[in-house]
């Protein structure tokens, strides 16, 4: 059972409360951290729809955008670390996509059980895209899922040895490993990085999406054309495997100046979701290229 904690409520009306979900059947101990984000808190949570909020490689819950999101999304939400990351246990593994999916499987196994959700709307970056698409092309719930933001997500798995550096693919050679290091939610971590991870990650299929993708869940796809860690390539790609499917529709919207983590533009990536929403709720949606909330002139 999941312990919950409550939090401080910052720049909104939302009830905050922290939760600890084990997964079952992980190999170790896997405690995931996460925040529940609540409109109403006195109203009871059967059948109220809920968003998931995904973060990426070496990130947390609360990095980037996603808190910001989480704070005015007009529907309750849960954004969690993934096992390894920040505030959750286990071990994080480079090439660990499945462990992950088992991640979100437990956590949207929690919610719907314990609380009633159902689980409408996904917003992943980066890593966490990968993770939220195989989940929602191969399990019952992510067939109802109505809504999926995709923001600087990989389709191309094997063009992440172009991300390697000639120190890392050196010491990879002589060693076996290299060391990479970051700080995340300010506390440095080392991972320790092998050449069977980088074959366990490229190897990961993401060609699920083209005949699994759920056909009535409409997505927007937003990718950084300054991107360095993904090419923006990848974004037109996913807009080729789900742009004829139907009813669901998919919207494509480059930005010229943003990098891989939408840096310096935390609150625009919020306003382009909040916006996409709003013409989800209402209907409005029509696949193309996204156009409204274009920064600068054309």
């Keep these: 059972m999941a312990s919950t904690t ?3 409520t910052e720049q909104t009306s939302k009830q905050t409360t922290k939760l600890f979900i084990p997964v079952s059947n992980a190999v ?6 996460g925040v529940l984000e609540q409109l109403e808190p006195g109203v ?3 059948g109220r729809k809920l968003a998931l909020l995904l973060h990426g490689t070496m990130g947390h819950k609360d990095y980037l955008f996603l808190k910001r999101l989480a704070l005015r999304l007009p529907m309750d939400s849960f954004r969690f670390d993934f096992r390894g990351s920040h505030e959750s246990t286990g071990t994080f593994s480079f090439g ?3 462990d ?10 929690y919610l719907t059980t314990h609380y009633g959700y159902e689980i409408d709307l996904l917003v992943a970056h980066s890593r966490g895209v990968v993770d939220a698409f195989r989940w929602m092309c191969t399990s019952e719930e992510g067939k109802n ?21 000639p120190t890392e693919r050196q010491q990879l050679d ?4 290299y060391i ?3 700080v995340v939610a300010r506390k440095p971590i080392e991972i320790k990085v092998t050449e069977a991870d980088y074959r366990e990650f490229s190897s990961f299929d993401s060609s699920l999406v083209w005949e699994h993708f759920p056909n009535q869940t409409h997505v927007l796809t937003m990718h950084g054309l300054q991107d360095r860690t993904v090419p923006p390539f990848d974004a037109s790609i996913y807009a080729r495997a789900l742009g004829a499917r139907h009813p669901g529709t998919h919207n494509l919207f480059y930005v010229e100046e943003a990098d891989h983590n939408f840096t310096g533009l935390s609150d625009f990536v919020v306003d382009t979701v909040l916006d996409w929403h709003r013409q989800l709720e209402r209907g409005q949606l029509k696949g193309g290229v996204w156009q409204t909330g274009i920064r600068g002139k054309l």
């Design 6 to 8: 409550p939090l401080p």
């Design 28 to 33: 170790g101990d896997v405690v995931l951290c």
């Design 44 to 46: 009871p949570t059967q």
């Design 96 to 98: 660990g996509f499945l």
């Design 100 to 109: 992950e999916v088992q991640d979100l499987t437990a956590i949207v196994a």
């Design 145 to 165: 899922v109505r809504g999926f933001v995709n923001v600087s997500g990989r389709y191309r798995m094997e063009k992440i040895y172009d991300n390697m550096t």
């Design 174 to 177: 002589t060693q076996g490993f």
């Design 180 to 182: 990479s290091k970051a």
